[in-house]
Nanobody, 126 residues
Framework: QVRLVESGGGLVQAGGNLTLSCVIS????????TAWFRQAPGKEREFVAA????????YYPGVVKGRFTISRDNSQNTLYLQMNSLEAEDTAVYYC???????????????????WGQGTQVTVSS
């Protein structure tokens, strides 16, 4: 089964930058969806970014578009989320996710993924 281990969270001041990493291990199929979600206290898990099966298409919600960048290094089996110009509203636990078997769910739907990382806390001070 696919396993995901993420790291890189921490405390950063507003306007700062932070990059999260997610190492993906285990046997995979020819392709897989990958994504980042976040969840703030008392709120539902929110879509942040995604790569399609081939890894050539990116998807972002308007709230992070232009500030966050998702990428994947297949040689290192690592998924990244580069976050720039961080705001206090970005404070949340960030999760990486993957899905090996195709599902009809859209990329921004958490039900489209069945493998999740443990989550890493990102705190932005204002």
């Amino acid at each position: 089964q696919v396993r995901l281990v993420e790291s890189g969270g921490g405390l950063v001041q507003a306007g700062g930058n932070l990059t999260l990493s997610c190492v993906i291990s285990g046997r995979t199929l020819s392709g897989y969806r990958t994504a980042w979600f976040r969840q703030a206290p008392g709120k539902e898990r929110e879509f942040v970014a995604a790569l399609n099966w081939s890894g050539v298409r990116t998807y972002y919600p308007g709230v992070v578009k232009g500030r966050f960048t998702i990428s994947r290094d297949n040689s290192q089996n690592t998924l990244y989320l580069q976050m720039n110009s961080l705001e206090a509203e970005d404070t949340a636990v960030y999760y990486c996710a993957a899905q090996q078997i195709p599902r009809p769910n859209n990329y921004n739907d958490r039900n489209a993924y069945d493998s999740w990382g443990q989550g890493t806390q990102v705190t932005v001070s204002s």
